[in-house]
């Protein structure tokens, strides 16, 4: 049975066009269902292009596998697992950068991963329902099929469980250096060189605070940040927008189904959207650098924000939109095992615990929801929720209640996160009714009880509420002149990416008027 329909094979056949060198699709195969899958989609791809060809005596210890080499085995790749959904788009441009296509990023970037020297095997662990996964696994292809030095496998973690267990990976991405844990999380291929190479963050830094000052400076990546961005640029003024990860939280979110006029798209594949349209603009895009301090300038002064790589950047106005960040239940042992059984993404860590019991902490929308899909993946799911009922909306709560394997469990205060010093063995929990402890055995927990907003690097700089937001006016300004906000990190009600893109779109069109009123 093919492994890609007409559509799919038609498209790679197009993408394939554009190899500029040959390259060698090496397999390594046992006598499973997964490999005969493996085969099949080894031969259609290299049936696409007569600069591929496929062979099948590999001798990688993990099967199935398949190396893709090029450069006369200089430059190569693998996927250990099938690289189908989210991650096909990875295996599409692994043929293409090992083929020799050039990989769209900054010149100077790829310079320094030619640069670097010593010898790199990496190895991440993925899944293929998360939707970080695919940033790390390309960057790290990249370097492989840029660097001989560089050695790269991606390892699908549901297909390869026994050494999940065994290397006690317990979210992903997990990223390991030469047999090391080297990082976990999303990351881009700046900031992997830069944890490689001291030299480039001083570089970028020094850079950055070259920069003349900019009209509109834009502080966050996410839907707000990016509408500021390009209503400021549209207006023909010097604008810049310096985000830790372009995206933000959509990043971090699967299914989007509520974005006016499109009935279904996906939080990275919209970053990636708004990212391309920011950059059709005359926009000064900052990328991977985290803002460290904001030194407001006054009524007339230039304001000036802080990096934590040690530049600053300055704007005759800016436009703070840093959105917000999973809020954590505070309890012994959630730090402690955080990535080690405490996880925040139940569509990305949900498949490393397929078959054991987890909790999820929170019974709104996002709580019900992520117990829900957990449940088609785990042994059992307990739901916990503070409150005396739930929160999430009836559809969903409908749902929930067919589910066999789900137990929920309301008016309860999670006290402790238990482990064993390696990874999480279950939890307590008070019931607010009694003032009972009680004793929950588990592997996991997925906590999904609301949001925090990326404040604290503020200060007193501007005006916040009590809970740590932005305050704004109608306008979307601030407590100080010049000085704007909008998005999940303003005191703007529901937290939506559509009211975060009209409220970046707001303190844009504030910030324009604001330098035409004071003569800027």
């Not at 955080?338 to 993404?345: D, E, I, L, S």
């Not at 957990?374 to 799911?381: E, M, R, Y």
């Not at 929990?429 to 906590?447: A, K, M, N, Q, S």
Request: charged share 20%.
């Amino acid at each position: 049975m093919p492994m890609l329909d007409p559509n799919t094979t038609a498209q790679l056949k197009t993408y394939l066009g554009n190899l500029r060198h040959p390259i060698e699709l090496v397999a390594s195969l046992d006598a499973s269902p997964k490999s005969v899958e493996m085969r099949a989609l080894v031969e259609e791809v290299a049936a696409q292009s007569d600069r591929i060809t496929a062979r099948f005596d590999g001798d990688d210890v993990r099967r199935p596998s398949f190396a893709i080499r090029g450069d006369e085995g200089k430059a190569e790749a693998v996927f250990a697992g099938l690289p189908m959904g989210h991650e096909f788009t990875s295996l599409i441009l692994a043929l293409l950068h090992v083929g020799g296509h050039p990989p769209k990023e900054d010149a100077e970037l790829l310079d320094a991963v030619r640069a670097l020297e010593g010898d790199f095997t990496f190895e991440t662990f993925f899944s293929l329902s998360c939707q970080n996964c695919p940033d790390v696994v390309q960057a790290l292809n990249i370097m492989a099929a840029l660097n001989p030095n560089i050695r790269h496998t991606a390892i699908d973690g549901a297909l390869f469980q026994d050494e999940v267990e065994r290397r006690q990976v317990m979210a992903v991405p997990a990223v390991f250096l030469n047999g090391e844990p080297f990082g976990q999380g999303r990351m881009d291929l700046a900031q992997i060189v830069a944890k490689l190479d001291a030299g480039a963050v001083a570089r970028a830094a020094g850079k950055i605070a070259a920069k003349e000052p900019f009209d509109v400076l834009v502080v966050g990546g996410g839907p707000g940040g990016a509408a500021a961005a390009i209503y400021a640029a549209r207006k023909g003024i010097r604008t810049g927008i310096v985000a830790e990860r372009f995206g933000g939280q959509l990043l971090d979110t699967l299914g989007i189904d509520n974005f006016v006029s499109v009935q279904h798209t996906e939080g990275p594949k919209l970053a990636a959207q708004l990212e391309a349209h920011v950059k059709d603009y005359d926009v000064d895009v900052m990328n991977a650098q985290e803002a460290a301090a904001l030194i407001p300038g006054g009524a007339n002064g230039l304001h000036e924000v802080k990096l934590k790589s040690g530049a600053s950047v300055k704007g005759k106005t800016v436009i703070l939109s840093t959105g917000a960040r999973w809020r954590q239940m505070g309890v012994p042992g959630e730090a402690e095992y955080r990535g080690r059984g405490v996880a925040y993404c139940p569509h990305c860590d949900g498949p490393l615990f397929k078959g054991k019991r987890v909790a999820v902490i929170g019974g709104g929308n996002s709580g019900v929801e992520a117990a829900i899909d957990l449940a088609g993946l785990v042994a059992h799911v307990t739901l916990i929720e503070f409150d005396s009922q739930l929160r999430a909306d009836a559809v969903l709560q409908t749902k929930l209640g067919s589910l066999p394997n789900v137990t929920v469990i309301t008016s309860a205060l999670t006290t402790e996160v238990l482990g064993n010093g390696e990874k999480v063995v279950g939890l307590r929990y008070r019931d607010r009714g009694t003032d009972e402890e009680h004793l929950i055995e588990l592997e996991g927990i997925f906590v999904q009880i609301g949001l925090v907003p990326n404040t604290e690097w503020l200060g007193d700089a501007v005006a916040l509420s009590g809970r740590g937001e932005i305050e704004v006016d109608a306008r979307g300004a601030t407590s100080q002149p010049g000085i704007f906000a909008a998005g999940d990190v303003t005191t703007v009600p529901y937290k939506q990416i559509v009211i975060a893109m009209g409220e970046g779109s707001k303190a844009s069109l504030s910030a324009f008027d604001h330098l035409i009123r004071a003569g800027a």
